[in-house]
């Protein structure tokens, strides 16, 4: 599963992806410790024949489950039923029937059996079932933002541009919503699935569609059949109007569902699928193992995008117009991601929610293994370096990536299961070498196929390839919690001809690392790598030179996952960016010339990063320049106009542009006009922020032209901003009814600009509609966020726009209408939230 970030105007919400789902000062939960679930019976064989009720958003289901006690004979079966009303419980002979005696507590199912059955004796339990999704109490985590498990998108037709769709969603343990289960990752069944639909849509399930039904009242029903066993989490059904859009891989299915819209530009999306599935199928040494491999989008989804077994079901935000695809598939790490799990989550499941590095982990890599492959290194590095931030700046360094004490199992899905358990991989990688490590993964995989995996066999496959004890390894970095801090001084003495390297651990915990490192020594571009091993709080390793080294690298691959005070001299940067020159090489010899803009050297040093062979990095050093600082800028600023003009990559047209714009500067605004039909989204985007500096006008009536236009992304962006900072009261419909519209990601990025327009309003029903506009929205946010999110809501877009309206009300005490309007925004907030006003 990818993970569901939300960012957008004044918020950040980056650490709701890795802080605890819910504040909780209970601390008892640490006492518990997470075993993998007891398997007393197994799930053998799950065959489902479902029809769904919309108007009340039900399904009614029936389900024959077939079962055989694990080891130990047993009398008596627990299902996972989560919500349901449960009609009938049977053991199945046959077409024979017999009732069996249960009891029921709206999470579970408590049979007796008609016999005590033997270890390996199977048998089958039907039932009849009601389940009523949307009845149901159940609250997700930062990652999976609901677990309703089965979710009706606009099932009356009541929204007018939004689709009625249905799709679920298992994991952690949802499926057992729609379905009884054993809902354990630990269980693996195969599976059947009759689905009855509205004739007039498709559906997607697991496996291959063997058979389809046309009956009479108008319904069709799809037979669904999956023959080998995954675990009942990754079980989906999808229901809606969809292009079908089909692809191969060795004569397998590969197909994109999407809504009829983006059927032209489906394979610009989706298409590299093919390839993937042959680049993953390469470096694994296992061929695609599973009979299909679908991928559809659903709206309203909640969690980025879930890896469901050959039917990957991705949010909405996968959908891209041509021109937004101008400036890249945003979407393709995601789509790399889900496939590996494929692999890693679906064909080899982590046993337990304690082991869900086996699934994560090795998801998250894969984004940066395509990237290497696909578009090369310095676009896999530059992945890298941001997955490693997030996880550095999650303040998650107290957890273990395997961890059996956690207060909900979906505290799990968080930047410790994902990037760092990826970055963790990625130094595994670098320290067995490519080989021993891909051969280690296929060992795995083949290993324990189609069944459970943990870290310890992760270990043991290693070793069996590598001949190498790794404990160490696993101890520290997948059992320990944390990560190196470490300052490195460099010490010379040329009379004696050596250098000693001081590499000291400041990490506040006082854990020492074992941290195997490459030091590379630079004569000019010749270069000696020495491999040590600090294993101290300070190791100082000495060097012998002749010649005075022009650049000492420490860890010269750049793999190392720590904070790091590295003092060297800007001669040493400037030598490491030109000879060492892997994208964190330079990208460090950047940053560190950019705190030094008074310094000549330096400025031409970074004009020469401009040109840089890597977009990222031209883009990084534009970042790291100003325009308002005198000294420099009538050195930089023709080249940043070349740039803004010329560059190839729109990412760094747009990142020159909006420096241009920060200088005001008239002579460029026929430039920034002319830019705002740049074929990039986010060209056009900042194009038009920056005309607006220096023609505020001219910029808002191109805006209200632009408006008339399909637009995504930055330009939809700026165009909303131009308008609703005029407070054009014309536009009130289109911007409000617009953002009533959105889902939740998009509100996000857009309540920023939503209060400013809201502020400058006049009308008191409009701003009243706007306000309840805001509050239903803060009301949409899912109860595992609104911790972080209504101090936002609240503390800064409510009470910004009543701060607005009370400071008018202060300039016009008798105004009636504002007096309204204050009085209106005090009753959406609580007594606290009110003080002051």
Known sequence: MKKFLLAGGLLSLTLLATAQHRPNTDTSWKKVYRESATRINDLVHTKLDVKFDYSKSYLNGKAWITLKPHFYATDSLTLDAKGMDIRKVAIAKGSTLRDLKYRYDNKQLFITLDKTYKGGESYTIYLDYTAKPDELEAEGSAAITDAKGLYFVNPLGKEKNKPTQIWTQGET????????????????????????????????????????????????????????????????????????VRDSYKGKEVSYYVEKEYEPVAR???????????????????????????????????????????????????QQDARELVDGNHWEGTIAHELFHHWFGDYVTAESWSNLTINESFANYSEYLWNEYKYGKDDADDHNFDDMSGYLQSNSGAKDLVRFQYRDKEDMFDAVSYNKGGRILHMLRNYVGDSAFFKSLNLFLVTNKFKTGEAHQLRLAFEEVTGRDLNWFFNQWYFGSGNPSVDID??????????????????????????????????????????????????????????????????????????????????????????????????????????????????????TALADKYEGLRSFALSKLTLKNEKIKADIEPLIARMAKEDKKPAVRARAIRMLGEYNNPAYAAFFKGATNDSSYTVAG?????????????????????????????????????????????????????????????????????????????????????????????????????????????????????????????????????KAQVDYIKAQLSEEDKKGF
Request: glycine share 6%; no cysteine.
């Open 490 to 607: 460099y010490m010379y003495d040329d009379a004696a001809g050596t250098v000693k390297v001081i590499v000291r651990q400041t990490q506040k915990s006082g854990k020492v690392f074992q941290l195997p490192i490459a030091i590379d020594v630079y004569n000019g571009a010749q270069k000696t790598r020495y491999n040590v091993l600090a294993d101290n709080m300070e190791d100082t390793f000495t060097i012998r030179y002749t010649k005075r080294p022009d650049l000492i690298n420490v860890d010269g691959d750049k793999v190392m996952l720590w904070t790091k005070k590295d003092n060297k001299t800007l001669d040493n940067f400037i030598h490491q960016y030109k000879y060492a020159g892997s994208y964190l090489d330079r990208r460090e010899a950047i940053d560190y010339a950019s705190k030094y803009l008074d310094n000549d050297k330096a400025v031409a040093f970074l004009k």
């Open 686 to 818: 900042y194009a038009l922020s920056a005309y607006s500096k220096v023609d505020e006008q001219g910029a808002l009536a191109l805006a209200k032209e632009l408006n008339k236009k399909p637009s995504r992304g930055a330009l939809k962006a700026a165009v909303m901003s131009e308008i609703l900072k005029a407070g054009d009261e014309s536009m009130f419909d289109e911007v409000i009814g617009g953002f009533e519209t959105m889902g939740l990601q998009e509100k996000f990025d857009a309540v920023g600009n939503i209060s400013t327009y809201i502020a400058a309003l006049k009308n008191t029903d409009k701003v009243k509609r706007g306000i309840d506009a805001v509050v239903k929205f803060r009301e949409e946010i899912p109860a595992s966020y609104r911790t972080q999110t209504d101090p936002y809501i609240n503390g800064m877009v409510l009470k910004g726009i009543l701060a607005a309206k009370s400071k008018a009300l202060e300039a016009q005490p008798t105004d009636a209408g504002l």
């Open 268 to 318: 610009r999306i989706f298409g590299h699928t093919p390839e993937m599935m042959a680049f993953f199928s390469k470096i694994t040494g296992v061929d695609y193992p599973w009979i299909k491999y679908a991928q559809i989008t659903g709206r309203d989804y909640v969690s980025g995008a879930m890896e469901n077994t050959t039917a990957t079901l991705h949010q909405e935000s996968a």
């Open 173 to 244: 343990e949802a499926s057992s919503v729609w379905f009884p289960t054993i809902d354990k990752p630990n269980q693996k069944t195969t599976q059947e699935i009759y689905m009855t639909v509205p004739a007039k849509y498709v559906t997607l399930s697991n496996g291959k569609l063997t058979s389809q039904k046309k009956n009479a009242d108008g319904t069709r029903t799809d037979y669904w059949k999956m023959d080998l066993p995954h675990a009942p989490y990754l079980f989906f059904m999808g229901v809606g109007e969809y292009a079908v």
